[in-house]
């Protein structure tokens, strides 16, 4: 409070629009609103606490001292959102669990308060948030991996104490070359590329995207990694034009995806170490299939690694999982796939086909492999009759016959919550009940405690872990007997939040205020009027920016008003403007309403004196 008083005091005696090395200051001066002739729905009034305002008499001259104030971080809860690219549940307790998201890192789970804990802030190495790898010791409760990096100066991490605490294994070979590990890419979806052999819990293994299979017979200590050089497939590639140079790389899931060790198959001695006998990896080809040398396939070996035979009938896998008795259940070209120790070629489980995207997540049962479950990696529409939502199967039997899941129930941790099971990546049984199913999407992880059941209710378990991209923030100053949200913001996918707590999630987003393609789903810039906090606007754009849009309230962000866009469109531009920023000035114009100054993304700024109507 006082800091938007001293703010106001500053701008008191400004009356026009300045420019100031290379910055547009907005006045900030005394704003009367009124609202524009456009029909609107007013949403129903909320019960806020009354919120302290200080007293005019309370700002005080700065006395030269510093005050250290403590802070505690916590995850704003806005019910929902952030890729969930892959999960690890431990095999000896199922309430040891860790999450990977595609936006905000590594979580594990604390049963206690039943919420997600972040373990991997503190790294530098992740690129936009993604791990890229995530495995649970087997024989330790307390043992946790995961690999994470921005391309070659990626690596893997080891905990000991259940994700407390975390070491770097230099991952570097003996040239002092470590393979690239890139988050962000489209495959980091696929997995699992970190695996722990079963039989051994220090040895690891990591399936690197680009550069191949990597294993280290001790990941207790750092930089003794080695690459299986028998190993020479290299999965799907595209030519590219890179500058003057022509050259091959993966295309967007090509590559190796995952690595897994048969429990039972036995074990053999390498270099005095006791490792798996049985490896099955991945490396997905094309639609097509490549060449022979470049094939891609899953390839398994019987002797720890020492030479590879591809498995027939496969050709481009995302995921894996695998029984205690070695049975092995992957997806393949949107085919759920088993092969079998001994079997040479993968048999297709014939699972139901629909036209909502092919299988991607798969699991089996550890302890019966009689029990499986996929789930397709269709798009859901953002409103749609669960009823529709047929992209989970279910089998007790092998394989042999499957129950596609038609009227699937499921729930929100928040109120504007309208999608599931859209861009599944995974799915996982609890290692003890085979009723109990996990699977993660694009947004969520969600967990049935009964899949078996008539209509299964999936709910989302997301409390403490959120992953939208926050691209403005503001926070308006509370105003005597008006019930003024907080805090304001806008991000990626839901255009933004308007949130009257930060411990409960808002009722709604900003895309739901507005109505679909009237404002944005990608908010990018918020700004509000200083004396006047009822008035916000906010802008951003469609299908990451592929369209622009934005808008106004002056009811607090409650209800939007999007704007009218007449030139908007600026020439030698394919597209209206989109994303960037916006100010909102303070200064009374005879019209009653503020300047509005928009800077979009890749064009210059233009004003609007009428609401947005026009725009200059």
Known sequence: QHFHQTVSKIFESMTKISFLAGALLVPLAGCATKTP??????AAPEKLAPLQVAAQNDVRPWNGTVQTVPYHWRM?????????????IHPLDSNVMFVQSGDTGGYRWNAAEKRWIQFSDWNPDIFSGYLTGLAVDP??????????GNGENGNIYASRDGGATWKKLDIRGANGKAPIIKGGENSSTAGPRLSVAPNNSKVLYYAARHDGLFRTLDNTQSGNWTRFQNLSARGATVRVRDGKEVRDDFDHQGGYTWVLADPSGGTVQVDGTTVSKIIYVSVAGNWQGLEPQNDGGVYRSEDGGASWTRIENTRRSSRGSMANDGTLIFSDSGKIMRVRRGENSATDLAAPTSKTGGYYGVAVFPKDANHLVGVRYGIAPREYSVAENNRIVHSTDGGKSWRELKDVRYEGAASWWNWFGSWTHWTMFDPQNPKIVWMGDWANPWRTLDISAERPLYTEINRGKSGSYVNGIVTPPAVAGQS????????ADWAGFRMVS???PPRTHLSQSYGRFNGFADGTGVAFCESDPNFVAAVGGWDHGVNGGGGASTDGGRTWIPFEGKGLTWPGFKSDPKLGRIAVGATKQANGF?????????????????????WT
């Open 76 to 88: 704003a809860n806005e019910g929902g959102g952030g890729n969930t690219t892959g999960f690890a």
């Open 484 to 491: 003024i949200a907080p805090v304001l913001n806008t991000g």
């Open 502 to 504: 930060l411990r409960k």
């Open 594 to 614: 503020p300047v509005l100054v928009w800077a979009p993304r890749f064009q210059p700024p233009r004003f609007s004196l009428d609401f947005g109507k026009t």
């Open 37 to 42: 002739a456009v029909a609107q729905t007013q």
């Open 139 to 148: 024989k330790d409760k307390n043992g946790v991996f995961y690999a994470a």
